[in-house]
């Protein structure tokens, strides 16, 4: 239930409601129900490709090790501290949405909405500080009261009398390319939800993860075509898109006040949510990669609870900066579209490693996708396109290309292989240094972690000398 919560949670936050409103830009009539679907069935596919990879491997370092499996480990490093950069990008880009609706509310100015960020950052900070447990069962609480408010509202929105549903499938309506770049924002509404994989070494068995990877995208499917439904009904194209907001206005259309009152709370939720689900699998993530000693050694720290704190800590200033920038900008329509060309592209990835390891001597699996040399061939074709699609989208103007949100892509990509091949090398070379001195000194080289407390029997504390990520 907490793998599901935090794989849905992950993936369902404030900027989904955005990315609703994109996918209705691009898809003629009240057809962005279809482009919904398919990027549902496409995020089964995803799921069944990272479930055998983590059956393999079931550890925080995930998908860094898929790909070193598959394309060697420098390769592995740059196109994770990209892929990881995704994490960083939607918490911002919800701090903002957050605070535009709460700014929208109680008419407060900028600054003040901007603090109320800084709050929910640090909630969610705290939360994630004293223990996967607690932080777990925040989440679980928060994804359901958020999805089930959700689907509440789009009923009453459904149930109200709107307008007709015209061309309901007419997906490729406005043009072969529009349908394109519709499913491929469809696919980014389900973003993020695999990531629930660097959790794996605090979950029972790697089953749990897989049952969370297939349930989530069902759960947020659901969600996402009732409020994709409930908006065609009520809110107009042209108020939806560009509002930062359109939540707010399903609310008020459906229950007046009442309705709009309840879709600020829900929108809050999704902060606490996004906020804490993020911290809680990037965080573990950045240990993984910290105790292989590709980044600094620090990161690698646990505190009594067994939770990486410094990781936590520099996630959540790092947010809280990108968010102040997406502030100052105004620029969280980019951010949609980079986030979905990036997920589109990690997700071609992982597909093509998992069929380059099926040629390998790899550890023994505990599922198989079935059918992969088509689902995952076709998918690391299909995921490239999609990622193209996404890449050269204008998310100012559906009817022209940008290529904007591939020009943000390519310098996140740059700035990680400028670290991995200058910075990665110096930390392996200290490492190794610390390692020798300490067999000279007779020092151990590797300890223990702090074990979390006994009230805590369902978790396992991840071992900071990293058997399991070396495989």
């Known amino acids: 239930m907490t793998a599901t919560a935090t794989s849905a949670g992950l993936a369902f936050a404030a900027i989904n409601f955005l990315g609703i409103v994109s996918i209705g830009t691009y898809a003629a009539g009240a057809s962005s129900w279809l482009a919904i679907l398919v990027g549902g069935g496409i995020a089964l596919v995803v799921a069944g490709v990272f479930s055998e990879l983590n059956s393999m491997w079931p550890t925080a370092a995930g998908v860094r090790l898929y790909v070193a499996g598959a394309f060697g480990v420098r390769f592995a490093l740059i196109a994770t501290f990209t892929y990881m950069s995704t994490v960083i990008l939607v918490i911002a880009a919800d701090a903002f949405l957050i605070g535009a609706a709460i700014q929208h509310m109680l008419g407060e100015p900028p600054v003040l909405a901007y603090l109320w960020i800084l709050v929910l950052l640090a ?58 770049q519709a499913i491929a924002f469809g696919l980014f509404l389900f973003a993020a939800f695999e990531w629930v994989t660097t959790t794996a070494e605090e979950a029972r068995t790697p089953k749990v ?8 995208p069902a759960l947020i499917w659901l969600t996402a075509t009732m409020f994709s439904l409930g908006l065609d009904h009520l809110v107009p194209k042209n108020a939806a898109h560009g509002s930062p907001y359109p939540q707010l206005l399903l609310g008020q259309a459906a229950l007046g006040r009442l309705g709009e009152i309840w879709m600020l709370a829900v929108t809050v939720l999704t902060a606490i949510n996004t906020f804490n689900g993020g911290f809680l699998v990037a965080s573990r993530f950045v240990y993984a990669a910290a105790r292989e000693n590709n980044l600094p ?32 900008t105004g620029q969280w329509l980019l951010l949609v579209a980079v986030g979905a060309a990036l997920e589109a592209a990690v997700f071609a990835i992982a597909s093509a490693a998992l069929l380059k390891l099926r040629r390998r001597d790899t550890p023994p699996r505990g599922f ?19 990622a193209m699609a996404s890449g050269l989208s204008d998310p100012q103007d559906p009817t022209r290309f940008s290529p904007v949100p591939a020009l943000v892509v390519i310098a996140l990509g740059v700035v990680s292989t400028a670290y991995v091949v200058w910075v990665v090398p110096r930390l392996q070379r200290a490492a190794a240094a610390r390692r020798v001195a300490a ?8 300890r223990r972690p702090p074990r979390p407390p006994a009230t805590e029997p369902t978790t396992t504390a991840p071992d900071p000398s990293g058997p399991a990520a070396t495989g």
């Open 209 to 216: 993860i897989t049952r969370g990877l297939f349930i989530a």
């Open 368 to 386: 198989r996708l079935r059918a992969a040399p088509v689902l995952a061939g076709g998918g690391t074709v299909l995921f490239a396109g999609l």
């Open 297 to 328: 050694r620090p990161f690698a720290r646990l505190n009594l609870r067994a939770v990486p704190w410094l990781s936590v800590l520099v996630l959540a200033a790092a947010s809280a900066v990108v968010g102040a920038l997406v502030f100052a």
């Open 123 to 180: 909630l969610a900070t705290v939360l994630n500080l004293r223990g996967v447990r607690l932080a777990g069962r925040v989440q679980s609480i928060v994804t359901y009261t958020v999805l089930a408010s959700t689907v509440v509202v789009s009923i009453a929105a459904l149930v109200h009398p709107g307008m007709a549903f015209t061309a309901p499938f007419a997906l490729f309506g406005a043009g072969p390319l529009s349908g394109f």
């Open 439 to 446: 067999r000279a000194t007779g020092e151990p080289t590797r």
